[in-house]
Antibody
Framework: QVQLVESGGGVVQPGTSLRLSCGAS????????MHWVRQAPGKGLEWVAL????????YYADFVKGRFTISRDSAKSTLYLQMNSLRTDDTAVFYC????????????????WGQGTTVTVSS | QSVLTQPPSASGTPEQRVTIACSGS????????VYWYQQLPGTAPKLLIY???ERPSGVPDRFSGSKSGTSASLAISGLRSEDEADYYC???????????FGGGTKVTVL
């Protein structure tokens, strides 16, 4: 079945780095744009980044520009989020999600979500 | 401050109809599909409505989505206790070149 499984979360200190991974299965990963979405404790959902089906286009929320980098490896059917200069307000559950569009036509909405991985930034 | 504006809460008694509004602009809702998600406590969000008014298989027809101009809405008819959850609207925004979320609406069944 279609599945997304995140990993790489943990407890880190402010100013450090962390890389999240998301393994995809049950669909042709290289055909879909992919997203990262996060949710801070007790807060709403917040979009983080989007990468096109071929990795050629990347979009970021203003609050992560210059600190986070989204990437993908289609040979491994894996999505990544490299997070640098982490701050305490980056503490959140991070979800990997598949875009509802196909190929070069991403739509911005997601149809499949992972279960999330928790990132805690604390000194 | 979310780009898409939703009421923080909505409520109704069982079997009532509840509507959640999502207000945006010409750079998002008016010219793009709207998506709605349901999130139960402690769980990942679930797709409820896609492409403004389509329901995924398995989602009851009590849930419906619509759009008019720069606003969208989610209607829940025949409200049930299991509908108690947070609901979010989402759309692509051309001006920001970003996905924008509403702040979420907590639905309570009285």
């Amino acid at each position: 079945q279609v599945q997304l499984v995140e990993s790489g979360g943990g407890v880190v200190q402010p100013g450090t780095s962390l890389r999240l991974s998301c393994g995809a299965s049950g669909f042709t990963f290289s055909h879909y744009a992919m997203h990262w979405v996060r949710q801070a404790p007790g807060k709403g959902l917040e979009w983080v980044a989007l990468i096109s089906y071929d990795g050629g286009k990347k979009y970021y929320a203003d609050f992560v520009k210059g600190r986070f980098t989204i990437s993908r490896d289609s040979a491994k059917s894996t999505l990544y989020l490299q997070m640098n200069s982490l701050r305490t307000d980056d503490t959140a559950v991070f979800y990997c999600a598949r875009d509802d569009g196909f190929g070069d036509n991403f739509l911005g909405g997601v149809d499949i979500w992972g279960q999330g991985t928790t990132v805690t930034v604390s000194s | 401050q979310s780009v898409l504006t939703q009421p923080p809460s909505a409520s109704g008694t069982p079997e009532q109809r509840v509507t959640i509004a999502c207000s945006g602009s010409s750079s998002n809702i008016e010219n793009h599909y709207v998506y709605w998600y349901q999130q139960l406590p402690g769980t990942a969000p679930k797709l409820l409505i896609y492409r403004t008014n389509e329901r995924p298989s398995g989602v009851p027809d009590r849930f419906s989505g619509s759009k008019s101009g720069t606003s969208a809405s989610l209607a829940i008819s025949g409200l049930r206790s299991e509908d108690e959850a947070d609901y979010y609207c989402v759309a692509w925004d051309d001006s920001l070149s970003a996905v924008v979320f509403g702040g979420g609406t907590k639905v309570t069944v009285l």
